[in-house]
């Protein structure tokens, strides 16, 4: 099993900035990928910004300037960092990451979500 502990979303004025945190933890023997989407209501969820094992950085094309995604390999955490926040930002952010557990297997795991929202 592999668990995912998103924390960091709120309420924040229009130009604020959050950071958002996830921890994974469970049988974990590798993570190739982390990330962060996010659903607006009424919409589908969409990529918000991508980090691979290599480091290597993908953002949304809406955000890019603005958020900055990072990894703690040894703490198997991801973060986004969110400034110059726009009320288009409003969503639920939800954490995805991609590991290999302790059986060697693939998986693919999401977190709860945490709100923010972003008044004008």
């Known amino acids: 099993q592999v668990q995912l502990v998103e924390s960091g979303g709120g309420l924040v004025q229009a130009g604020g900035s959050l950071r958002l945190s996830c921890a994974a933890s469970g049988s974990i023997f590798s993570i190739n990928f982390m990330g962060w989407y996010r659903q607006a209501p009424g919409k589908q969820r969409e990529l918000v910004a991508t980090i691979t094992s290599g480091g290597s950085t993908n953002y949304a094309d809406s955000v890019k300037g603005r958020f900055t995604i990072s990894r703690d390999t040894a703490k198997n955490t991801v973060n986004l960092q969110m400034d110059s926040l726009k009320p288009e930002d409003t969503a639920v952010y939800y954490c995805?990451?991609?590991?290999?557990?302790?059986?060697?297997?693939?998986?693919?795991?999401w977190g709860q979500g945490t709100l923010v929202t972003v008044s004008s």
């Open positions: 995805h990451i991609v590991v290999i557990n302790t059986a060697r297997a693939h998986l693919a795991v």
